[in-house]
């Protein structure tokens, strides 16, 4: 009689659901089952290397790695078999599944999406399924620090390039020995198409940080503007409601209306009075008005005895001579 792992395994292999079904039914705990001669792969990595996805679905349903990731001796998970072999939609089925264990690597510290990349297999689902749901998995390098561009590009993979440097991966990163993907380009032909790619996202690049500068630019403009008109409007509400002073503004209130019309008996009769003194100290000296005066007359009045004689010459040094009555 054939024991229950062999007859699982042998039914998990010929995708045979009922029997796997009724299997472990039967014998719940056999529900891993891992293999010791073939890395030690359970249910779930046997599964999902053959791609057979009702059972990937039973298996997950049955609480298969609900509560730890299976590896094998590789350190692969399931998702990685899945990657490396090629099928697309199990392997959809358990990135969903199991998103925690996307950044996994395996003793080589390759992860699902640089085995995805390097298999050529996932550029329709399941690599955009991984990079949306990890997207720390685009930076990260393995043990050589090759990243995922890297193993694509040895791959000759020109899908996968695309799709990763649509995503928005590095091509000019390196790894430890300083190669970037390019220098790992399989033929001529890929290397110039990979260039191309690249030219064509840096242009593309370059004009989405043009778009994006004239964006923020005429969104300053706008509020310049905004802020313009605010302050117009504040300025004319201001000069309607009061007046302008040497570029200050007094507004004039009905208080202060009725007070200066109110104390106009008082404050006038002191600008009176005020104004009347100023315009006496102004004239005083003048002939009154309706004399006749000239401005020579003044010297027709009598003259002192020395008035309109010349000063006596003094050599410098000396003291003048004292002037007397009979020297005149």
Known sequence: ?????????????????????????????YLRNPDFEDKSNTSLHLAAKC???????????????????????????????????GREETGVLLARAFPHSIPYRNNHGQ?????????????????????????TILTAADNDGNTALHHASAAGELKALRMLLGYGAE?????????????????????SYFKGLIIEREKVRAEGKRVAVKEEMGRREERERER??????ERDRVV?????????????????????AGGAGGAGALGDVRMRARDDAAV????????????????????????????????????PRAETGESI
């Open 1 to 29: 009689m054939i024991d229950v792992p062999r007859r699982l395994r042998r039914a998990i292999l010929l995708n045979d659901l009922p029997l796997v079904k009724r299997i472990l039914r039967n014998n719940p705990t």
């Open 51 to 85: 791609g057979f996805t009702s059972i990937v679905e039973l298996l997950i349903a049955l609480s298969h790695d609900s509560d730890l990731i299976s590896l094998n001796n590789d350190a692969c998970t399931p998702l990685m078999l899945a990657c490396t072999s």
């Open 111 to 135: 992860d699902a999406l640089m085995l995805s990349a390097s298999s050529g297999s996932g550029t329709l689902s399941l690599m955009p399924t991984l990079i949306l749901l990890d997207p």
């Open 171 to 191: 091509p000019l990163a390196t790894n430890w020995a300083s190669w970037t993907p390019v220098h790992y380009s399989a033929s001529v032909q890929a290397e």
């Open 228 to 233: 313009e008109e605010v302050r117009e409007r």
């Open 240 to 260: 309607k409601g009061g007046t302008r002073v040497k570029g200050l503004v007094r507004l004039v209130t009905d208080t202060e209306e009725d007070d200066g």
């Open 284 to 319: 005083a000296g003048l002939p009154a008005p309706g004399m006749e005066w000239s401005p020579v007359d003044d010297r027709r009045r009598a003259m002192t005895p020395t008035e309109g004689r010349g000063w006596t010459f003094t050599p410098e040094g000396m003291r």
